[in-house]
C-alpha cells in the first residue's frame, strides 16, 4: 500500500510539473513564429547575441527568434549545407566571409536586396566597405555582421619608456622596421620588436592594401575566377620587409593558427613584444589585458605606394530561402534590429568588432570608450577612410581557404628562410591547380 | 518431411540416404538460419549502415571530383590517387605520419615500462608516485595542449625561460618547422604514458613471485630477470600496447588540432589531420575521401604486418 501511496504522489507531482510547462509552451507557440538562429560566436559574443534576441523578442509579439550555437565557422558552413532544404535548416544564420562565394553558388539564400528593395531600408548608412564584400553586381547576398578589419598593435607605453616616437597612424613598412629595431636596440634584445603571424588572412590584406587583385575577373566580382596570382610585387615586398627583419634579429616568430595568436598576446601583455599585426576584434582582450597604454595604427603599407586600405573580415547574416514567407520576414526583422545604430555601439563596445552604422560612433557607449582609450576608433575610422573598389572587397571565390593555407605555408617557409620567389611561385600553382578542379567539379565554364 | 517420403522406398540405397542427409541439413540450415538472422540481424543491420556503407561511400567518392555540397560530380577514375602520390606535400605528411607514429610508439613503450619498473620497487611513498605516473589518464586533450602550449611558448615559457637563464640557443618549438613534430611527439607521449604505465605496470603485478625467488636462490641478477622472465611473461600485454598505442599514434588529431594546426611549413600535418582538413574546411570531400582510403590501407597492412612478425614471437 505504501509503495502504491509512494507512486500516486510521483504521478501528481510529475503532472503538476509537466502541466504549467506545457500549457506556456502551447501559448507561446501559437502566438509566435519560431525563428531559429544559427551563430558561432563564443566568448562575449555570444552573450551579447543572446542578449540581442532578448531585447527583440521583449520588442515584439510576433516572433521568436531562438539563437543556437554551431560550433566553429568552417563546421557551421556544412551543417548550413548539408541542411537545407530540411525541417532542421535555420531560419536565419551567421557565416564567415570566405564562405560567401560558395553559400552564393549553392543557392541556398534569400538575397538581403529582396528585403532592402522591398522595405526601401536605407542601406547606405551601413559601411561601404563591409557592404561591398557581401554583395555581387550591386545585390546585397546578406547583411555584413560580425566585421573586423587587421591593424598595428604597439605597447605606446613602452615606446615612451624606452624614448621611441611612436609610428605614425598610417604606416609604412620601413616605419614599422624603424620602430622594431629601436626597441629591439633600446631593450638590450629583451622585447622582441615585431611579429606577423602566418596567416593567410594577412597575406591577403597586403594584396589588398597594395591594389592587386588576387583572383582573374577582379578578385571574382566580374566572373568567377579562372586564375589566381600570389607571387606579385606588393608580396614579394612585404615578405622582403618580414625578411629584413628576420634577419635583423627584431623578428619573432610565433607559427600559425590560434595558438600563435594566443602566444602573440601573452607575450604582448607581458611586454616581451612590441608590435604585431592583428584583427580589431582583439581590441577588447588587450585593453582588458595590461595597464599599459595601447597604440593603434593602420595596416601598414609598402613604402612609396598609397594604401588602398584592406578588406574586412568575419562574418555576415543570411536569411534561408527555404523557409516559409512569415518566417523569413522574421529573420528580416531581426537582422534589421541588430544593424540600428545602438544595437551595432553595443556589439562594438560588448565585443571589438566594427560598429557597421555609420550612427553608431554618437552612440554614448562608444564615445564613452573612446574617451577612456583613444586609440580605440582607430579601427572604425581605418574602416570608415577606406574607398571601396574590387581589390579591396575580399576575392569572391570558392577554394578561398584553400588559398589561406597555400598562403601561409608559403609565408611559414619564407620565415624559415626558403627564397621568396620559389615559395609563393609554389603556393600559386598549388592554388590555380585547386580553382581548376573546383571549376570542373562544380561545371562552371 | 521424413514423413512424406514413400514408406516402401530401399533406404540401403546410397542415392536414398544421401537424399535423406541433404533434406535433414537443409532443414536444420532453415532452422538455424532463422536464429542466425534473429542474433546476427539487429548488429549486422548497424554495422552496414554506420560502417560498411559510409566505407563503400567513402570508396565511391575517392573515384570523383565533389561539388560545392559534396556531391560527387566528375568521375576522375584513379587520377585523385595519382595525384596525391605525386603531391610533394601529400608525401611529406607520409613521412611525418609514420616518423611521428614509430617515435610516440617506441618512446611511450620505453618510457612506460621504465615507470612501471620503477614503481615496482618496494620504497616509502611509492603509491604516490604511482598515482602520479598514471595521472596523465585523465587529463583530457585540450588541458594538457594547454598546457604545452604555455610550456612551449618562446616569450614566458618555461623551456624559454630555462634556455635564457642557462644561455642556450632559443628554440622556437611550434614554429619552426625542425622543432614542431618533437613538440608533439613530447606532448602525446606524455599524454600516452598513464595508460601504457598503468597496463604495464598491472602486467608486471601479476607475475607469481615464485619464479623471482628461484631465479634469485640461483643467483641470476636483476636485469636478466627482467629480460629472462618478466618481459617474455608479459609480451601480450606488451604486444597489446604496441597495437593500441600504434593505431591511436596514426589517429592522432586533438593535439595537432590545438598545438599547431598541421604547421608549420605542414611539418605537423599528419595524415588524419589533412583528411579533415580537405573534408571539413576545404570542402574536398572526394580528396579526402582518397585520403582516408589510404590511410585505412596503411594501418591495415601495418597492423597485419605486427600480428605475423610479433604475433609469433608473444608467448600466450
Known amino acids: 500500500m505504501v509503495f502504491k501511496h509512494e507512486r500516486c504522489w510521483f504521478a501528481l507531482t510529475m503532472l503538476l510539473l509537466v502541466l504549467p510547462l506545457g500549457a506556456c509552451a502551447r501559448s507561446e507557440a501559437a502566438s509566435r513564429t519560431p525563428v531559429v538562429f544559427w551563430h558561432e560566436m563564443t566568448g562575449p559574443g555570444q552573450e551579447q547575441l543572446k542578449q ?118 598610417d604606416p609604412s613598412y620601413s616605419d614599422i622596421t624603424r620602430v ?36 582573374n575577373h577582379e578578385d571574382g566580382r566580374t566572373g568567377i575566377p579562372t586564375k589566381v596570382q600570389l607571387n606579385t610585387p606588393g608580396t614579394q615586398a612585404a615578405m622582403k620587409w618580414v625578411r629584413e627583419n628576420i634577419q635583423a634579429g627584431d623578428f619573432i616568430d610565433y607559427g600559425a593558427g590560434s595558438q600563435a595568436e594566443s602566444n602573440e598576446i601573452a607575450a604582448f601583455l607581458a611586454g616581451k613584444l612590441g608590435i604585431f599585426i592583428q584583427s580589431s576584434a582583439y581590441i577588447s582582450q588587450l585593453l582588458a589585458g595590461t595597464k599599459d597604454e595601447l597604440g593603434i595604427t593602420y595596416y601598414p603599407h609598402q613604402d612609396g605606394k598609397p594604401r588602398n586600405g584592406v578588406a574586412v573580415g568575419g562574418a555576415s547574416l543570411w536569411i534561408s530561402n527555404d523557409k516559409p514567407k512569415d518566417v523569413q520576414q522574421g ?107 573546383t571549376n570542373q567539379a562544380n561545371h562552371y565554364k | 518431411m521424413l514423413e512424406s517420403l514413400p514408406q516402401n522406398s530401399n533406404l540401403q540405397d546410397p542415392d536414398v540416404q544421401s537424399a535423406l542427409v541433404q533434406i535433414t541439413t537443409s532443414a536444420r ?44 560530380s566528375v568521375f576522375v ?25 614509430i617515435a610516440v610508439s617506441v618512446l611511450t613503450i620505453v618510457l612506460g615500462m621504465l615507470l612501471a619498473v620503477a614503481a615496482q620497487q618496494h620504497l616509502q611513498g611509492i603509491r604516490f608516485f604511482r598515482t602520479i605516473f598514471s595521472s596523465t589518464m585523465g587529463i583530457s586533450v585540450s588541458v594538457a595542449a594547454i598546457f604545452w602550449l604555455f610550456a612551449f611558448n618562446p616569450s614566458v615559457g618555461v623551456f624559454a625561460q630555462i634556455s635564457q637563464v642557462l644561455h642556450l ?21 606524455w599524454m600516452n604514458l598513464g595508460f601504457t604505465f598503468l597496463i604495464l605496470f598491472g602486467a608486471l603485478q601479476q607475475l607469481p613471485s615464485s619464479l623471482f625467488e628461484a631465479a634469485k636462490i640461483a643467483g641470476v641478477n636483476k636485469t636478466t630477470q627482467f629480460f629472462k622472465i618478466s618481459l617474455p611473461l608479459i609480451s601480450p600485454t606488451l604486444f597489446f600496447v604496441l597495437v593500441v598505442t600504434l593505431i591511436d599514434a596514426f589517429k592522432s588529431f586533438g593535439l595537432i588540432d590545438l598545438m599547431t594546426v598541421g604547421g608549420p611549413n605542414n611539418a605537423t600535418n599528419l595524415l588524419v589531420y589533412r583528411v579533415y582538413q580537405d573534408a571539413f574546411l576545404n570542402g574536398n570531400y572526394g580528396l579526402a575521401s582518397t585520403e582516408s582510403v589510404i590511410l585505412t590501407v596503411i594501418i591495415a597492412i601495418i597492423t597485419l604486418l605486427q600480428f605475423k612478425l610479433l604475433g609469433k614471437r608473444v608467448n600466450y
Not at chain 1, 570566405?98 to 538575397?111: D, E
Open chain 2, 77 to 101: 577514375g584513379l587520377s585523385n590517387y595519382v595525384n596525391l602520390f605525386k603531391d610533394p606535400a601529400y608525401l611529406s605528411s607520409l613521412g611525418a605520419t609514420l616518423l611521428y607514429v
Open chain 2, 29 to 72: 540450415w532453415r532452422k538455424d538460419s532463422l536464429y542466425v538472422t534473429l542474433f546476427l540481424g539487429p548488429s549486422l543491420l548497424l554495422l552496414s549502415v554506420f560502417v560498411f556503407w559510409p566505407m563503400i561511400k567513402t570508396l565511391y567518392l575517392s573515384l570523383f571530383l565533389t561539388d560545392n555540397l559534396g556531391h560527387a
Open chain 1, 52 to 169: 540581442f534576441a532578448k531585447e527583440f523578442n521583449a520588442s515584439q509579439t510576433k516572433y521568436r527568434v531562438e539563437p543556437q550555437f554551431e560550433g566553429n565557422y568552417n563546421e557551421a558552413v556544412q551543417k548550413i549545407l548539408h541542411t537545407h532544404g530540411t525541417s532542421a535548416s535555420p531560419a536565419v544564420f551567421q557565416s564567415m566571409d570566405v564562405s560567401t562565394s560558395q553559400l552564393y553558388h549553392a543557392k541556398i539564400g534569400t538575397p538581403m536586396q529582396h528585403f532592402i528593395d522591398r522595405d526601401h531600408y536605407d542601406i547606405n548608412q551601413t559601411s561601404p566597405v563591409a557592404r561591398a564584400f557581401y554583395s555581387q553586381n550591386g545585390n546585397q547576398i546578406s547583411m555584413p555582421f560580425n566585421t573586423s578589419q587587421p591593424v598595428l598593435y604597439y605597447n605606446a607605453s613602452l615606446l615612451k619608456r624606452l624614448g621611441i616616437k611612436a609610428p605614425p597612424v
Open chain 1, 331 to 437: 529573420a528580416w526583422e531581426f537582422v534589421k534590429y541588430v544593424m540600428t545604430a545602438k544595437a551595432q555601439a553595443q556589439w562594438q563596445a560588448a565585443t571589438g568588432y566594427l560598429a557597421l552604422n555609420k550612427d553608431s560612433q554618437k552612440q554614448p557607449i562608444l564615445q564613452k570608450l573612446y574617451k577612456q582609450h583613444p586609440s580605440a576608433q582607430i579601427p572604425s575610422q581605418q574602416l570608415a577612410t577606406i574607398k571601396a573598389n574590387t581589390a579591396n572587397s575580399g576575392v569572391f571565390m570558392e577554394g578561398v581557404i584553400q588559398e589561406r593555407n597555400l598562403a601561409q605555408t608559403a609565408m611559414a617557409q619564407i620565415y624559415n628562410g626558403k627564397d621568396i620567389n620559389k615559395a609563393l611561385a609554389i603556393a600559386e600553382k598549388g592554388l590555380n591547380r585547386t580553382v581548376a578542379s
Open chain 1, 180 to 215: 622594431a629595431k629601436a626597441i629591439s636596440a633600446k631593450s638590450h634584445g629583451k622585447v622582441k620588436g615585431l611579429t606577423v603571424e602566418e596567416y593567410g588572412w594577412l597575406f591577403e590584406q597586403f594584396m589588398a592594401n597594395g591594389n592587386e587583385h588576387l583572383a
Open chain 2, 169 to 189: 640557443p632559443e628554440i622556437n618549438w611550434l614554429a619552426d618547422p625542425h622543432f614542431a613534430l618533437l613538440a608533439v611527439i613530447i606532448t602525446t607521449v
